[in-house]
């Protein structure tokens, strides 16, 4: 499939060892739309991740923002260019405070709208009352909520998260989808990889699906539930659809 | 909901925590936290992002002190005491983000896990039980655990602990990060080691297919008891649909 996006990959490869992590993947995501990236543990989701964002070298193939080829830029000069990510495993500075976390990422640290921003989303994901604390000393979750808003300090227009959802209580979860869809109708464009079925296929317009490291299927969610082969590598062929309850 | 007096029973509990605070530094995350296990129960603990789940989990296991509170095992009083001492005991412990020696085989983790057991014919006889709950790891069992899919990953980490047949397992978000097939298989296990006798507590952030599988459950919020009922009065529970289970 060719077609413009705000980011594109073409033919990107990375191995490790012998193995396929990445092995020769081409899409593009559109603009202001929220896609999905599922597939089963260790099917090189995160790697793709990596290899758009530079955090890792391809082997092979190239990566484009706004068709402008990014391929190896330094990671930073990709943030600068608008676009961001979040990590599974997360990565806040833990010797500094949550608030420190949240303006260490400002452009403008002193800026009354960098601080106004900080605390609006800080309030959102429930770490306010926490902003003094030791972002070491939060748990697992609340690091993961931490990264999930200081990404959003940058205000970037292309936003990558990486499972923003796991180990993050529902309720709350539903608290950064109403985010994610506000943020998205200012044309925000957002690539979300995460396992909460149930929450990705109501949120995401469009979901790919990875396999040893290869797209096995392209399309709107409902069709992606019933894809033959989606369902054998990653629903499981026993209980298929994604259950109403669970966030 | 019902008030504790109600849900008590007779018989002594396996595992009693009784007024426990505990936490990280200065912080206190745990305020006045009791909870009881009978033998055979399955117990979910569920709440917010920092509600102290994981520090409930920690201090029992003796890698907190608790500031204040005691925690008995049956009948014995363990608080403080060192992990290894427990784990002799009969104190299993699962901690969270599937933690397995990833360069060692499948064999090599679970004789890691009978560290503290001496006798070879011990082991052995409970490697064959271990693989008879797990046929999936007695497939594999030189495979390298690091090459091994997260879900797989996740039940051998389940498996490890079980290998110095303890009375009681704690499990730390076992379902964390896995793709919707390894939750179903992982919470069938669990199902599956419920069956075997085995008493066990489970952290959740996917509460909702915590408290289907479990006996009773206690909601934890900001560090304190905030309910506790049945499994199934807690996901029928209105507020508590709308507190923590995401509607």
Sequence with gaps: ?247 | MKNPAQLSVESPALLQVENISAGYGKLDVLQNVSLRVQRGEVVAIIGPNGAGKSTVLKTVMGMLKPSQGRVQFDAQDITAQRTDQLVLRGLGYVPQGRVVFPKMSVLENLEMGAFTVRDPRAIAARTAEVFALFPRLAERTRQIAGTMSGGEQQMLSIARALMTRPQMILLDEPSLGLAPKFVDMVFDQIVALKETGITLAIVEQNAARALEIATRGYVLELGRNKYQDSGQALLNDERVRKMYLGG
């Design chain 1, 1 to 247: 499939m060719t077609m413009n996006g705000i980011v594109r990959v073409e033919n990107l490869r990375k191995h490790y060892g012998g193995l396929a992590a990445v092995n020769g993947v081409s899409f593009a995501i559109a603009e202001s739309k929220i896609t999905a990236l599922i597939g089963p543990n260790g099917s090189g989701k995160t790697t793709l991740f990596n290899l758009i964002t530079s955090v890792a070298r391809p082997d092979a193939g190239a990566v484009f923002l706004n068709e402008h080829a990014i391929t190896q830029w330094a990671p930073h000069r990709i943030a600068a260019r608008g676009m961001a990510r979040t990590f599974q495993i997360t990565r806040v500075f833990g010797q500094l405070t949550v608030w420190e976390n949240m303006l260490a990422v400002a452009r403008q640290r002193r800026d009354a709208e960098a601080r106004a921003r900080a605390q609006e989303l800080l309030r959102l994901v429930n770490l306010w009352e926490l902003r003094d604390q030791f972002a070491a000393d939060t748990s697992y979750g609340q690091q993961k909520l931490l990264e999930f808003a200081r990404v959003l300090m940058l205000e970037p227009r292309v936003i990558l998260l990486d499972e923003p959802f796991a180990g993050v209580n529902p309720t709350l979860a539903q608290t950064m989808v109403a985010l994610i869809r506000r943020l998205q109708t200012e044309g925000k464009t957002f690539f979300i990889i995460d396992h909460a079925m149930t929450i990705m296929m109501s949120l995401c317009d469009r979901v790919l699906v990875l396999d040893y490291g290869e797209l096995i299927a392209d399309g709107a969610p409902a069709d992606v539930q019933n894809d033959a082969r989606v369902l054998e590598a990653y629903f499981g062929s026993h209980r298929e659809k994604p259950r109403a309850t669970i966030g």
